[in-house]
């Protein structure tokens, strides 16, 4: 198993006190994981060292950039199991790969009366895009259900997925719930009926191997800074038959091949989606946080935190009035959201940040998640690489005094 | 571990808030909620002859510090005129509820006086909420 006092010195974050000599106890991976030195420091060299804009200088410092720049999509690619580095398309974070696809692909596309589907579990970022275009092109967004345990509704499927669907797209893993989707059966599924198969990876690319040609997902998503990386950057893989037939998401420099005063043409990928000049430090910073990734080991990372998730679940489950959102712990990634009798989860977080522990409070982008559990917010603790037990022990102390203090 | 916020008042009108409910024919009645954590608070007013609050009652659903602040308006704005409510400042509802609040909770606070002033002016008026920092 993973050494988690080794790998707690790898991010100097957690040397920081959340109140003067309180310790930080950091349970909110899920919204934003913490850096570790190599990423910081990855970035810092580059702009001590290399900075130049990319694709452009024909000088040695520019050709540095430009191939380092290049170097880290190719690790991405790399770590998604992508065949081609071409079908890396940088982009800001998981929103913009799917703003992306629904602009690009999807004005090109949908036809009035098609079909958009995707699941009650989803982020906002994958659904607003999607209602967006919907409401443009006079097309119709359905919903797969999910059941009182958080999983998908299976068996509500094939009714949804008709003909007239183009693109389902889906979680991999819920955000608040945890639940893992069965990934690779739902991509079968929409291609059985000749739709395109989108993946939100945003909670899947920081905790589990990924590989998106045995997915085999027409297009996914996920974002940097959930997965060690810097913000500002993220990715979107597509097909690149795909990525090739869409028109540009964004138009200026470096996204064309010939620009007249009549019109212009487009650069291959995966430039033609990049217009501007790039997050450069950002894409080296993610590329590093791969790099981190890769030699802790996925499977690695994956079965320490399915260690975690378990204990904290037993542990959080023995708090008389809490009731846990989701999944059993096998079924489910690093995040905890729950309820608690009597107390509002904004005043959970509040009494445990007193005891230096963040957790989430709110909707977590998912309010129709919330609305069909008939509750406006949850608290979320979600963990990672670095959660010691003893951390998940305090927070249940912590949880205990937040029902003393409401009379609990 | 300073938890100063939840005073005894507090956690009492949250347990056991004051004007809550609904009234027959209102002179308004509005609601809104904070995107942000999804705290919703709505509440009506009806005010005499002599056009100060005759009654005022609240519902809602959010946090201890939303709903506490919604008790201590209701009770406040009694016997007020709509100009008087109107004119209604923050900084003396945070004064009545008086515990140290953090920017977020601030928000919290803040929302059932939002609600009230949105009512009492008819329609929202976003330049004039601006102007009060609601
Ligand atoms: C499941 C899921 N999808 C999408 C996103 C959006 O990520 P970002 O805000 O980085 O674009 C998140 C982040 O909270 C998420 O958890």
């Known amino acids: 198993m993973l050494d988690v006092t080794k790998i707690r010195a790898n991010f100097p974050i957690l040397q920081v006190e959340a109140h003067p000599g309180v310790p930080l106890i950091f349970l909110d991976s899920a919204a934003s994981s913490q850096k570790p030195a190599v990423v910081i420091t990855a970035m810092d060299a580059y702009y001590r060292q290399m900075h130049a804009n990319v694709h452009r200088g024909i000088y040695a410092l520019s050709e540095a950039a430009t191939s380092a720049y290049e170097g880290a999509r190719a690790k991405i690619a790399r770590f998604i199991h992508a065949a081609d580095p071409a079908e890396v398309i940088y982009v800001r974070n998981a929103t913009e790969g799917f703003n992306l696809v629904a602009f690009a692909w999807g004005r090109a596309n949908l036809e009035p009366g098609d079909e958009i589907l995707l699941t009650e579990m989803e982020h906002h970022a994958n659904l607003v895009p999607w209602q967006m275009l919907a409401a443009e092109k006079g097309a119709v967004v359905k919903y797969v259900p999910f059941l009182p345990d958080g999983t998908l509704d299976m068996d509500a499927i094939p009714a949804l997925l008709t003909e007239r669907v183009k693109i389902f797209s889906f979680t991999a893993v819920s955000n608040v719930f945890g639940t893992v989707n069965p990934v690779k059966q739902l991509v079968q599924m929409a291609h059985a009926v000749g739709a395109l198969a989108m993946v939100d990876a945003a909670q899947a690319a920081p905790h589990l191997p990924m590989d998106v040609q045995d997915w085999d997902c027409d297009f996914t998503a996920f974002s940097s800074h959930k997965m060690c990386g810097p913000t500002g950057i993220g990715v979107l893989y597509g097909k690149r038959v795909l990525l090739e037939a869409m028109p540009p998401f964004m138009g200026g420099g470096d996204m064309i091949r010939r620009v007249t005063l009549a019109g212009s043409t487009w650069n291959e990928l995966p430039w033609k989606f990049e217009a501007g000049t790039p997050a450069i430090a950002e894409a080296i910073g993610l590329g590093t946080a791969v790099d981190y990734l890769i030699g802790l080991g996925m499977d690695e990372v994956h079965a320490y935190e399915q260690y975690i998730t378990t204990y904290a679940l037993e542990a959080l489950s023995e708090i008389e009035g809490l009731t846990l959102l989701g999944p059993s712990a096998r079924q489910r990634g690093g995040v905890a959201a729950f309820t608690m009798h009597g107390l509002h989860p904004h005043d959970i977080a509040e009494i445990v940040d007193k005891d230096g522990i963040a957790i989430r409070a709110g909707h977590h982008c998912a309010m129709p998640l919330h609305h069909k559990l008939g509750i406006n917010a949850s608290a979320r603790a979600s963990f990672y690489i670095h959660t010691t037990t003893e951390e998940v022990d305090k927070l249940v102390m912590s949880l205990h005094r937040a029902k003393k203090v409401f009379r609990q | ?134």
């Not at chain 2, 601030?106 to 929302?111: G, P």
């Open chain 2, 1 to 134: 571990m300073d938890d100063s916020i939840y005073r005894e008042q507090i956690i009492d009108l949250y347990e056991n808030p004051l004007n809550y409910g609904e009234l027959d024919a209102p002179d308004w009645s509005y609601e809104e909620d904070n995107p942000l954590c999804g705290d919703v608070v709505r509440i009506e007013v009806k005010l005499g002859a002599d056009g100060r609050v005759a009654e005022v009652a609240w519902r809602g659903d959010g946090c201890a510090i939303s709903q506490a602040s919604a008790s201590i308006l209701t009770e406040e704005i009694k016997g007020l005129t709509l100009e008087e409510i109107r004119n209604f400042d923050k900084d003396h509802l945070l004064e009545l509820i008086g515990v140290p609040l953090s920017m977020a909770r601030v928000k919290c606070a803040l929302l059932s006086l939002k609600v009230l002033k949105a009512g009492a002016y008819g329609i929202p008026d976003p330049a004039h909420m601006r102007e009060d920092g609601l």
